[in-house]
């Protein structure tokens, strides 16, 4: 059974970072590619990064290209994202999911591309003043 814990959210102010983390379990976490997408209220969930198997290829949004760093260590089965330059528009519940191939797929952005059961619970980011 795929087990995604996300933690690290919280209220930062606007410029402020974080850093959120995906422990996995219940599967070999280093042969998957691994996402974030996030979910902001009456907003559909959106692809934020993803990461390749080996970590050797990422992709963001290009709304967060430059402030936000995915990575990955495979010996710890964690997935992590480092949040700098949060933004008032950044604020959602951030959930990480497990890809269905070793890479990022062309569709990588869209949660249909993923199985309704690797997802995990989310991890909250506010920001504010």
């Known amino acids: 059974e795929v087990q995604l814990v996300e933690s690290g959210g919280g209220l930062v102010q606007p410029g402020g970072s974080l850093r959120l983390s995906c422990v996995a379990s219940?599967?070999?976490?280093?042969?998957?590619?691994m996402s974030w997408f996030r979910q902001a209220p009456g907003k559909e969930r959106e692809g934020v990064s993803c990461i390749s198997w080996g970590g050797g290829s990422t992709y963001y949004l290009d709304s967060v290209k430059g402030r936000f760093t995915i990575s990955r260590d495979n010996a710890k089965n964690t997935l992590t994202m480092q949040l700098n330059s949060l933004k008032t528009e950044d604020p959602a519940m951030y959930y990480c999911a497990k890809s269905p191939s070793v890479y990022c797929s062309d569709s990588w952005r869209l949660p249909s591309s993923y199985d309704p059961n690797s997802w995990g619970q989310g991890t909250q980011v506010t920001v504010s003043s």
């Open positions: 219940g599967f070999t976490f280093s042969t998957y590619a």
